[in-house]
């Protein structure tokens, strides 16, 4: 395509849905007054997937960048990521994946991949572990995680928002109300991620992904405040210098309509091929048994590894390296001795790297052991 954007009429495919689903999970903003710490929900940046419909089937690649997100706070639980209808991640409070489950498959998996059993809430069953901080809770519709010190109390308060016991985000924030209506559901939905215009200030932002046969599509949606809704020659000025994608687009369309702006982006398939992956980071669980001076990271459950595409750091620590060609499956084990760790570094990182590219990285695994853990 050159340098230049081309502009021009782009028929995006319609939504997956008009019900933006996540709201369901999002709780108003005074359900979390009494929680230290916390942010507000129009802080927090949301995610929300439907890992089953990403564009593998039509385009020879997807668009993984939702999943990743969504995928590193998520242990495995008995059912593999495509099974859910969809999957929101909620920043600090916890993530939800959504699906036809059955209960007996998601308790047996977590009882035998090292969580406990911890009681009941209205109707859920809800599991913890303390080597790598998780609060679980099942049902036949959803299963809720969160981590860290409010782990038990962030699952509560999404089991209650889901089930209406508390208000939600949207029944008291108006705009957000009007603006998530106005996007409906797609594939993939980034918020936060749809403010990539540096001289441009929306007061809600979201990047869509969706696509058909022959290309993907890439919307930035934004809501902005009464009155300074940016004009076109504006936007345009933007996407000239800060849209990488919409130099790759093959066409490129604005549409402004009051406070509400849609910047939709057609990339081609051998486009978008050349950009996005066909493989995703193994869906699977941790554990630890941290000892002090040695430290051992064991696959409980869930997809196997191939350690092939796993940098492993720090690497002059890991106690019997596996051979060449090594895969990682359920009840095997990596173990470091903490007196092999470099100066400086602290931290156990396992780095997965994506098939077909040199320079597409996620993370699979971080822990910090104990005896370089200060708040422990």
Request: hydrophobic letters at 35%; glycine letters at 10%; proline letters at 5%.
């Amino acid at each position: 395509m050159g340098s230049e954007i081309r502009y021009g009429r782009v028929d995006t495919p319609t939504q997956v849905g008009t019900d933006p689903a996540y709201r369901r999970w999002m709780p108003a903003d005074d359900a979390l007054s009494e929680l230290e710490s916390m942010v507000t929900v129009g802080d927090m940046h949301w995610v929300s997937v439907t890992p089953g419909t990403l564009g593998m089937a039509e385009l020879d690649a997807a668009f993984r960048i939702g999943a990743a997100v969504v995928l590193s706070a998520l242990d495995y639980v008995g059912y593999d990521f495509e099974h859910y209808d969809h999957v929101h991640g909620l920043g600090r409070l916890g993530t939800v994946a959504e699906g036809d489950l059955d209960t007996s498959v998601l308790t047996e998996t977590l009882r035998n991949s090292g969580y406990n059993h911890d009681g009941t809430y209205y109707g859920w069953e809800l599991f913890d572990r303390a080597d790598i901080p998780r609060a679980v809770a099942v049902s036949e519709d959803a299963v809720i995680q969160s981590t860290g010190e409010h782990r038990r109390a962030f699952v509560e308060l999404l089991v209650d928002a889901g089930e209406g016991r508390i208000d939600r985000h949207h029944e008291h924030d108006e705009r957000f109300a009007a603006f998530s209506e106005w996007v409906g559901l797609y594939p993939t939905l980034l918020e936060g991620f749809g403010g990539g215009f540096s001289n441009l200030e929306p007061e809600d932002s979201t990047l869509a992904y969706t696509f058909d046969e022959d290309a993907a599509y890439f919307i930035y949606l934004q809501q902005y405040p009464d009155g300074e809704t940016p004009t076109r020659g504006e936007i345009q000025a933007e996407l000239d210098n800060s849209i990488k994608r919409a130099m790759q687009a093959w066409a490129v369309d604005i549409e402004i309509d009051g406070s509400y702006v849609a910047v939709e982006m057609r990339v081609d398939k051998s486009e978008f091929q050349s950009d996005f992956v066909a493989d995703r980071t193994p869906y699977l669980t941790w554990g630890v048994d941290d000892g002090g001076k040695a430290v051992t990271v064991r696959h409980e459950a869930g997809e196997s590894v191939p350690l092939d595409q796993v940098d492993i750091e720090p690497a002059d620590a890991l106690l019997d390296r596996p051979p060449e060609g090594a895969v990682l499956e359920p009840g095997d084990e990596l173990t470091f001795t903490t007196a092999e760790f470099p100066e400086g570094d602290e931290q156990i990182s396992l780095l997965y790297n994506y098939t077909g590219t040199e320079h597409d990285t996620a993370a699979l695994f971080h822990y910090t052991p104990n005896v370089f853990d200060t708040d422990r």
